[in-house]
Nanobody, 120 residues
């Protein structure tokens, strides 16, 4: 059974930094894109950053220049380094990944989320 588990959330002051991690476990053939999304209270979930398995990245405009997504394919792990945090970054952060359980079949798998709170 494929699982994604996030870690690294917590409480930080404005301007501070946090590093989120998300590790995939279980049996699978390949991991394609890995992503971080977030959902703030009362708001819709939004995509924050994506990284392909060749390292290409994309970011939401709201986090460009402050957040960095990276991955370690040997560890099946994706990271989100968050710097210069703002209260507007407060949200539950979820990782999800396109995971192939066979050569031809796969789907998105989601983690349960980790809470990031930025105090003013």
């Amino acid at each position: 059974q494929v699982q994604l588990e996030e870690s690294g959330g917590g409480l930080v002051q404005t301007g501070g930094s946090l590093r989120l991690s998300c590790a995939a476990s279980g049996r699978f053939f390949r991991i394609n894109d890995m992503n971080w999304s977030r959902q703030a209270p009362g708001k819709e979930r939004e995509l924050v950053a994506s990284i392909s398995n060749d390292g290409s990245t994309n970011y939401a405009d709201s986090v460009k220049g402050r957040f960095t997504i990276s991955r370690d394919n040997a560890k099946n792990t994706v990271y989100l380094q968050m710097n210069s945090l703002k209260p507007a970054d407060t949200a539950v952060y979820y990782c999800y990944a396109d995971i192939r359980t066979t050569e031809t079949y796969g789907r998105n798998y989601w983690g349960k989320g980790t809470l990031v709170t930025v105090s003013s």
